[in-house]
């Protein structure tokens, strides 16, 4: 398994919440700080929230207060708990290291409509 795998994505209310995972097997990833992405159409790839082995977390400033990210090194996974969700929340996320070290998965669609 070269890519990571996102899962958890689906259609929601503004205001609902939604929670995404991530699993990647090795060694990479119990010694990285992972990083949460987001890209809406139209737009680049931007980083919405990381946490550091030590368990050190940033959050982009447009989802503060409304994201929780976090990581399970036993089960070689990360988790990002999203609440109030907002329209322009809207996009493909995807997980990665940092650094970007592995090749994108294929995401996990978040959409968020009435």
């Known amino acids: 398994q070269v890519q990571p795998v996102e899962s958890g994505g689906g259609l929601v209310q503004p205001g609902g919440s939604l929670r995404l995972s991530c699993a990647k097997p090795g060694i990479i990833f119990r010694l990285n700080t992972m990083a949460w992405y987001r890209q809406a159409p139209g737009n680049q790839r931007e980083l919405v929230a990381t946490?550091?082995?030590?368990?050190?977390?940033n959050y982009a400033d447009s989802v503060k207060g409304r994201f929780t990210i976090a990581r399970d090194n036993a089960k070689n996974t990360v988790y990002l708990q999203m609440n109030s969700l907002k329209p322009e929340d809207t996009a493909v996320y995807y997980c990665?290291?940092?650094?970007?070290?592995?090749?994108w998965g294929q995401g996990t669609q978040v959409t968020v409509s009435s």
């Open positions: 946490i550091s082995v030590g368990g050190s977390i």
């Open positions: 990665n290291t940092v650094t970007q070290v592995w090749s």
